[in-house]
């Protein structure tokens, strides 16, 4: 049973930083494409970045493209999201994907496993 478990999070004040990371279990393939996507207030939920296996292509929505960094490592089934220069429009619920293929998908009814997700509040 796969599982995704996110962990950071919490409260900023705008222009701070946070980090969240997600470890994965469970999984018995090794091609994967992982993301995180986030649900602000009354909004749909939306990809935030993405990255694949080997590290080399990434992703950015426009939002966050320059303020935010993804990175994941193999060996510990985590992808992790540096979050910078944080913005009142950052708050909301976080969740980390993964998609059983190699390739990018910014809609996320093609991720196959999804994070319980967990709360970013941007606030001064």
């Known amino acids: 049973q796969v599982e995704l478990v996110e962990f950071g999070g919490g409260v900023a004040q705008p222009g701070d930083s946070l980090s969240l990371s997600c470890v994965i279990s469970g999984i018995t393939y090794d091609i994967y494409y992982m993301a995180w996507f986030r649900r602000a207030p009354g909004k749909e939920r939306v990809i935030v970045a993405g990255?694949?296996?080997?590290?080399?292509?990434?992703y950015y929505s426009d939002s966050v493209k320059g303020r935010f960094t993804v990175s994941r490592d193999n060996a510990r089934n985590t992808i992790d999201l540096q979050m910078n220069n944080l913005r009142p429009d950052d708050t909301a619920i976080y969740y980390c994907a993964v998609r059983r293929s190699t390739m990018l998908s910014t809609s996320e009814n093609d991720y196959n496993f999804w994070g319980q997700g967990t709360q970013v509040t941007v606030s001064s």
């Open positions: 990255i694949t296996r080997d590290g080399a292509r990434s």
